[in-house]
């Protein structure tokens, strides 16, 4: 599909003319804030170098902490589901799981 054909899809501007926060928002999710789905183990992210979680998380999970850059914060609450942060952690730094049944992202509009 050629770059003019994808323009005149429906929603095409309109997607890409949003923030990721704008996008986040249209997500919807049961927040299990007792029980996070994912961890991480601070020793092993302290001494990570490249921090890749920080680059590759499509709904920026992971950041470097403002006041203390040498460890991350995570946003497990906006987490998508797709996987993609366990599999390229190599140092096995993330301890991930499915959230518990109902709880999570919901794939639904509005
Ligand atoms: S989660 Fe993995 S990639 Fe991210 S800082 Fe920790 S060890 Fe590094
Ligand atoms: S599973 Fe996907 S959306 Fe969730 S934290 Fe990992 S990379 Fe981000």
Known sequence: MSE???RDLPGYEK???LSLEDKLYRVRYEVDRNRPHIKVNEAVC???TDKVCTSICPAGVYKLKADDPSMISVSFENCLECGTCRNVC???GIEWRFPDGGMGVKYRYG
């Open 4 to 6: 003019s054909e994808k």
């Open 15 to 17: 997607v890409l003319g």
């Open 46 to 48: 302290r001494s990570c």
């Open 90 to 92: 190599e140092k096995e």
